[in-house]
């Protein structure tokens, strides 16, 4: 399993582009590398997932590097309310795919984002 | 609404008391997992089950039972509560990948 390392907190201000940092050094092949964002008292909530090269949705840009070992999470223009923890997670959870597939789950401590007025 | 449903909310217990936190998906998804959440610790996960009686140990699994008798339950069961199981749990699932859903969590406090 892939163990990621994350910075543990970050400050940033209202309306700036904020770039969080996921390292995999040990990721696999089959690999996905999925970013959450947890407000306090609620669970996560999944932001986006790829595997390579560049993916965007309406909340965030994921930038994946082409040896794969790191990922950046990035927050266009952050507001007040992207004040939240951010986590990292890789793994190749396949429902019904290869035997090599695994439920076994490992998430990092989190980034604490603090976005400020 | 597709949701993961966890009760209850809040629970507070003595040690040795068994207790059950339930956990239900209305998604029809396969996978199903628990993890607790400590302060400086992330998320760990606890038992996870690939689909109906398929369950398999976590990261942290010592203390805790599960079963996975239909594929929409997954209940998380604390025999013996003990002080250091005193933690926020979260109950999730996955129709494929590692796109979670989470349910909105329960606070268990054991004295």
């Known amino acids: 399993l892939a163990k990621t390392t994350q910075p543990i907190s970050m400050d940033s201000y209202e309306g700036q582009e904020v770039n969080i940092t996921c390292s995999h050094n040990n990721i696999a092949t089959n690999d996905y590398i999925t970013w959450y964002q947890q407000f306090p008292s609620q669970g996560p909530r999944f932001i986006i997932q790829?595997?390579?090269t560049k993916v965007t949705n309406e909340v965030a840009s994921l930038f994946i590097p082409a040896d794969r070992k790191s990922s950046t999470l990035s927050l266009p223009r952050v507001s007040l309310s992207d004040t939240a923890v951010y986590y990292c997670?890789?793994?190749?959870?396949?429902?019904?795919?290869?035997?090599?597939?695994?439920?076994?789950?490992?998430f990092g401590q989190g980034t604490t984002l603090q976005v400020k007025p | 609404e597709a949701q993961v449903t966890q009760n209850p909310r809040y629970l507070i217990t003595v040690t040795g008391k068994k207790l059950t936190v339930t956990c239900s998906q209305n998604?029809?998804?396969?996978?199903m997992s628990w993890y607790r959440q400590d302060p400086g610790l992330g998320l760990r996960q606890i038992y996870y089950?690939?689909?109906?009686?398929?369950?398999d140990k976590g990261d942290v699994p010592e203390g805790y039972k599960v079963s996975r008798k239909e594929k929409r339950n997954f209940p998380l069961i604390l025999e013996s509560p003990s002080p250091n199981q005193t933690s926020l749990y979260f109950c999730?699932?996955?129709?494929?990948?590692?796109?979670?859903?989470f349910g909105s969590g329960t606070q268990l406090s054991v004295l």
């Open positions: 997670l890789v793994g190749d959870m396949i429902i019904g795919g290869s035997s090599s597939n695994t439920g076994k789950l490992i």
């Open positions: 998604m029809n998804h396969e996978y």
């Open positions: 999730a699932s996955s129709g494929g990948g590692e796109k979670l859903f």
């Open positions: 790829g595997y390579k």
């Open positions: 089950s690939m689909n109906v009686e398929v369950t």
